[in-house]
């Protein structure tokens, strides 16, 4: 209970220090090491959660209990929600995705569709604003899945705002079935600098995918088919089900893709897969032996053994999902802070150390802004890679062999 309380107070005056500052874009090297500063305190005070001494033991599930009035839980709310509020006055400029979220949902109210046509289209020039003016990519088409769009509408009217406080809020559900799970993991959750600001600062749509992982971790397969028409990857925790759940959740994603999905998407996710790259783990050692090209197709192939296996042998949802999300963040040329939200939230579930790091120094990435020149081209620096990823393959082996010399099963 000390822990939490101590790392509560550090979070509660970390959030309100970095949420004094206006802009997090014209501060990058100060917004950078203080969240990392606040993630690593957070990490050391509470990361010995139970079964992280142990890792891939399993914490015991109070997912499904009923409880109808909590203390601890009205606290772990109110703590989640006050560290989150200050990152709301943030602009989202450590991420513009926001921006573009408004955008497609502002095209389908004006009867387009973002996929056929993208941002700098000719047709869309009567919609064009100061969010415009925002939006990343505007010769690319959308990629979201239908029920990203779906929220892009609907949150369209609200603007960036109305983006970033509905991610907080999900982002606060998803601290509270952590504590259904096992308490010091929900307050993890509510505490670690990277939820916080992926959420309510930047507004990204991970907040609203690792609630619905957390979920499907439950055992909800609703949230697993919903977790798929947001971002694709809890899709996942649906091939091992009955033959009739994937069969009705594959036709349901067929008839919800129909009317919206176009090539267009399909044009954007190629370009993404053969062009785009930044602060990949082991992307950049990959490309110097095998170039860019080969790199990419050969961490593909390994992506999709590795899935392939994890579907094969994985029985639990929580050790499937750590596989398949973590490859995907370890192997993939683009590793954006918030893509360690999807492996984070079954980490957590089954009490996996090294993530925590990952995700405590994530936001070091952060630190490429104050590269940026006058075109806004970034220019990695190699040391950031090293201090953000080592710690996490260090305990990452160090656990692995724990695993092996371990006797019995």
């Not at 982002?171 to 799970?181: C, E, G, I, K, Y």
């Not at 096992?182 to 939820?195: N, S, T, Y």
């Amino acid at each position: 209970m000390r822990s939490i309380v101590a790392a509560a107070v550090v979070s509660l005056f970390a959030s309100l220090a970095l949420g004094c500052v206006p802009d997090p874009r014209l501060h990058p090297v100060a917004v950078s090491t203080g969240l990392v500063a606040w993630g690593a305190a957070v990490v050391m005070l509470m990361g010995k959660a139970e079964g992280v001494d142990r890792p891939g033991v399993a914490v015991p599930s109070r997912v499904l209990e009923v409880r109808c009035f909590s203390w601890a839980l009205v606290a772990l709310v109110v703590v989640a929600t006050a560290v989150r509020a200050p990152f709301l006055a943030w602009p989202p400029t450590l991420s513009d995705d926001a921006h573009r979220y408004v955008w497609e949902g502002r095209v389908w109210l004006a009867g387009h569709s973002p996929f056929a046509l993208a941002p700098d289209a000719s047709e869309l020039v009567a919609l064009r604003d100061a969010n415009w003016a925002l939006v990343n990519h505007k010769s690319v088409a959308s990629v979201y899945p239908p029920l990203a769009q779906a929220l892009f509408v609907g949150l369209a009217p609200f603007g960036v705002v109305g983006v970033k406080l509905f991610m907080g809020l999900t982002d606060v559900v998803t601290a509270v079935v952590l504590w259904r799970r096992e308490r010091r993991l929900g307050w993890l959750w509510a505490l670690l600098p990277l939820p916080v600001v992926e959420s309510a600062a930047n507004g990204h749509l991970e907040a609203a995918g690792a609630l619905l992982v957390a979920l499907a971790l439950a055992g909800s397969d609703l949230a697993a088919w919903l977790g798929m028409m947001l971002k694709l990857l809890p899709g996942v925790f649906l091939v091992r089900r009955p033959p009739w759940v994937w069969v009705v959740a594959g036709l349901a994603a067929a008839l919800a893709a129909w009317p919206v999905v176009g090539v267009g998407a399909l044009a954007g996710l190629r370009n993404y897969g053969a062009h785009w790259s930044f602060n990949g783990s082991v992307y950049p050692l990959i490309t110097m032996v095998f170039g860019e090209r080969d790199g990419r197709l050969l961490l593909f192939i390994v992506g999709a053994l590795v899935s392939v296996w994890a579907l094969a042998t994985r029985r639990d949802r929580a050790s499937l999902g750590l596989w398949v999300f973590g490859a995907f963040v370890v192997l993939s040329p683009t590793v954006h802070p918030w893509y360690v939200l999807w492996p984070l939230v079954p980490a957590l579930w089954r009490g996996e150390r090294a993530w925590l790091w990952l995700a405590a120094l994530a936001p070091l990435s952060y630190l490429v802004l104050s590269t940026a020149d006058q075109a806004g081209t970034w220019h990695e620096v190699w040391w950031v890679r090293i201090v953000e990823y080592g710690p996490f393959f260090l305990i990452l082996l160090r656990d692995a062999w724990r695993r092996f010399s371990w006797a019995g099963p």
